[in-house]
């Protein structure tokens, strides 16, 4: 059981936004703002998206973007295209002996 | 541009010690100016953190694996190294170095391209 809670798996239209949720705790993803997000297609290693709660690195679209309300953390992805479908990985900071948690992934589908 | 390979025993035979290496090429490791973890992925499942070492000495590890883990810097090779014992089953997964930006850590890129451990007899 992953410490960061994601649904497992979501869908949207090629256009559409989509959003797809981490939860966490007050020690954790609550507690920071060292949240980031990983997109890893079938076969192949994640790749950074989202650092930092919402900043982008050089190179990642702006379709994609990160928010937090809480113990809540989101991304968020616009104008859904084909190469978007992989799975979505959240990661924390814990102040928990553990250090980094990991959500559990949400694999998504571009219908 | 910073890329990292992994290498090592693919497969290992249940209570052996998992070796694993992982070449930075693009950033000198003895720079201290970012830390590097081991991170893994058992097959159809999620990702898991095993630990880090920052100033090439210090290291951290997911308590879980703590005390089965060792993580070392190889300055003169420039590349850090992952070291598992007493394997079992439950240790077959892809493992993935990556390179740890902030104190924390933060966040993790870029990664290496991973490698199957397989632990089997």
């Known amino acids: 059981q992953s410490a960061l809670t994601q649904p497992a798996s979501v869908s949207g239209s090629p256009g559409q936004s989509i959003t797809i949720s981490c939860t966490g705790t007050?020690?954790?993803?609550?507690?920071?703002?060292?949240v980031s997000w990983y997109q890893q297609h079938p076969g192949k290693a994640p790749k950074l998206l989202i650092f930092d709660v919402r900043d982008r690195p050089s190179g990642v679209s702006a379709r994609f973007s990160g928010s937090k309300s809480g113990n809540t953390a989101s991304l968020t992805i616009s104008g859904l295209q084909a190469e978007d479908e992989a799975d979505y990985y959240c990661?924390?900071?814990?102040?928990?002996?553990?250090?980094?948690?990991f959500g559990g992934g949400t694999k998504l589908t571009v219908l | 541009q910073l890329q990292l390979q992994e290498s090592g025993s693919g497969l290992v035979k249940p209570s052996q010690t998992l070796s694993l290496t992982c070449a930075v090429s693009?950033?000198?490791?003895?720079?201290?100016?970012?830390?590097w973890s081991w991170i893994r992925q058992p097959p159809g499942r999620g990702l898991e953190w095993i630990g880090y070492i920052y100033h090439s000495v210090t290291t951290y590890y997911n308590p879980s694996l703590k005390s089965r883990v060792t993580i070392s810097v190889d300055r003169s090779r420039n590349q850090f190294s992952l070291k598992m014992k007493s394997v079992t089953a439950a240790d077959t997964a892809v493992y993935y170095c990556a390179r740890v930006h902030g104190s924390g850590p933060r966040w993790f890129d870029p990664w290496g391209q991973g490698t199957l451990v397989t632990v089997s007899s």
């Open positions: 007050s020690s954790d993803l609550g507690a920071y703002n060292y």
């Open positions: 990661a924390s900071y814990s102040s928990s002996s553990t250090l980094v948690v």
């Open positions: 693009g950033d000198s490791i003895s720079s201290g100016a970012y830390s």
